[in-house]
């Protein structure tokens, strides 16, 4: 069965500066997509990054980029010049190649201090 | 596009009403799924659907919850009788098979349903 865990359940960076998302996973298999979504206050999920397993070369998305270490099952998202609209809840997420359940963390809060 | 569109927004109702909630996936997007989600349990699948087919609603809480997709761009949740623990919001999302992004789940704004 898949996992995924996010041990910081909530993240302070002042704005402008730069912030690290940590998100490790586990399964058995060796083809999956990994992705990052954002919920405001509005409650929108909205897609940040995703990242195929495949790949060795770390998505990136203007300021948003990650770190996917595959060997580790470690997928961090990097925030660089955070904004104050970046404040959110960041949840990370895994779904695999042949299947189709997309199995959630439980979620960071970002603060962001102006 | 418009991306996934859900109606109502908001949804108060009282205990023991049938609650309809509706989804309008991306077109072209094969694949429907409706999630749910509250403090105590984050984000819940409850079913989706592959080219309006159910495949997986073993996440369905219990019978008094039923989803149908009778065609590719529309799909509905009911809750019939609703009750106080049902209150949640709740997301339809819809992703494709194929291509570029597949795999990828784009999610609706959201029903927040609050049952008194």
């Known amino acids: 069965a898949q996992t995924v865990t996010q041990s910081q359940p909530e993240m302070s960076v002042q704005e402008a500066e730069t912030v690290t998302l940590s998100c490790t996973y586990d399964t058995s298999e060796s083809d999956y997509y990994l992705f990052w979504y954002k919920q405001p206050p509005s409650r929108q999920m909205i897609l940040v990054i995703r990242?195929?397993?495949?790949?060795?070369q770390n998505a990136t998305e203007n300021r948003f980029s990650v770190n996917f270490q595959k060997a580790a099952k470690s997928f961090s998202l990097k925030i660089s010049d955070s904004q104050l609209g970046d404040a959110a809840m960041y949840f990370c997420a895994s779904v695999l190649t042949y299947g189709n359940k997309l199995v959630f963390g439980a979620g960071t809060i970002l603060r962001v201090k102006s | 596009d418009a991306g996934v569109i859900q109606s109502p927004r908001h949804e108060v109702t009282e205990m023991g009403q049938e609650v309809t909630l509706r989804c309008k996936p991306i077109?072209?997007?094969?694949?429907l799924f409706w999630y749910r989600q509250t403090m105590m349990r984050g984000l819940e699948l409850l079913i989706y659907f592959n080219n309006n087919v159910p495949i997986d609603d073993s996440g369905m809480p219990e019978d008094r919850f039923s989803a149908k997709m009778p065609n590719a761009s529309f799909s509905t949740l009911k809750i019939q009788p609703s009750e106080p623990r049902d209150s949640a919001v709740y997301f339809c999302?819809?992703?494709?098979?194929?291509?570029?992004?597949?795999?990828?789940?784009?999610f609706g704004p959201g029903t927040r349903l609050l049952v008194l």
């Open positions: 077109s072209g997007h094969d694949y």
């Open positions: 990242q195929e397993a495949y790949k060795q």
């Open positions: 999302a819809s992703s494709s098979g194929t291509g570029l992004t597949t795999k990828t789940q784009y």
